[in-house]
């Protein structure tokens, strides 16, 4: 007896079926986890040091014009910010630079999800519209002295808050996660900028309290 013959299609998946479906699911979990990282990408990266750059350049051109000295060590009997510093306010900093600055968007690392940049300097501009921190010790007569620098920082476990803080000769200082994949960057007074671990910036302020013992022998720094 013949079997009959039967044109129907099995259920069965075919390989190439089963490559597709796998392939596609592989897709799918590459999506979702990327969508878990952080927001990171080398032109932010990128685009903060070139802030820093700006940052750096407008401090020295202000300094140029006033006696050789940053504004936050002249009075503000002078033209500078020296007692505003004092109390933690960074935006007076940057203010009294505007000119140099020319824009407050440049005061806003791009990874920075935590603050907005101010339309102008005048009626919407603060310590809320700042991403770095400024050293208030460094001097031209140090070049590798801090000058600025990233504020995605914590010591022994705490995020700094803002205000004046100093720091030790060698301070339990990390990098958070929060932007450039737990490093962060830091002008110096020579105008490079350098991306730093925890263990370079460490380095940097034991590098400043050993080459400042005539001028300040202190590391403070302003956080916005």
Same mark, same amino acid.
């Given at each position: ?31 979702? &986890?990327?969508? /878990?990282?952080? $927001? ?5 990266? =990128?685009?903060?040091? !070139?802030?820093?750059?700006? %940052? ?76 770095? &921190?400024?050293? /208030?010790?460094? $001097? ?5 002295? =801090?000058?600025?620098? !990233?504020?995605?920082?914590? %010591? ?69």
């Amino acid at each position: 007896m013949k079997l009959g013959h039967s044109n129907r299609r099995t259920n069965a998946l075919t390989l190439t079926e089963v490559l597709v479906v796998v392939v596609a699911s592989a897709f799918l979990i590459l999506i979702f &986890f990327d969508a /878990l990282k952080p $927001a990171y990408s080398p032109s932010k990266k =990128i685009a903060c040091e !070139d802030n820093l750059r700006h %940052i750096g350049l407008a401090f020295r051109v202000w300094e140029g014009a006033q006696e050789v000295v940053f504004p936050m060590q002249k009075s503000m009997t002078k033209g500078g910010v020296l007692e505003l510093c004092a109390t933690g306010n960074v935006a007076a900093v940057f203010r009294v630079m505007s000119n140099e600055l020319s824009t407050p968007k440049i005061l806003i690392c791009p990874e920075d999800a935590s603050r907005h940049w101010a339309a102008n300097w005048a009626t919407d501009f603060g310590n809320k519209n700042i991403s770095y &921190f400024v050293g /208030l010790d460094a $001097a031209e007569k140090y070049p590798n002295s =801090i000058l600025v620098g !990233d504020d995605n920082f914590e %010591i022994s476990g705490k995020l700094v808050s803002s205000g004046v803080l100093v720091l030790p000769t060698n301070p339990p200082i990390v990098w958070t996660g929060k932007r450039h994949q737990f490093k962060g960057n830091i002008g110096l007074v020579d105008g490079s900028v350098q991306t730093t671990t925890d263990s370079d910036l460490t380095d940097a302020i034991i590098s400043q309290y050993k080459f400042s013992s005539d001028f300040t022998n202190r590391f403070r720094i302003a956080i916005p």
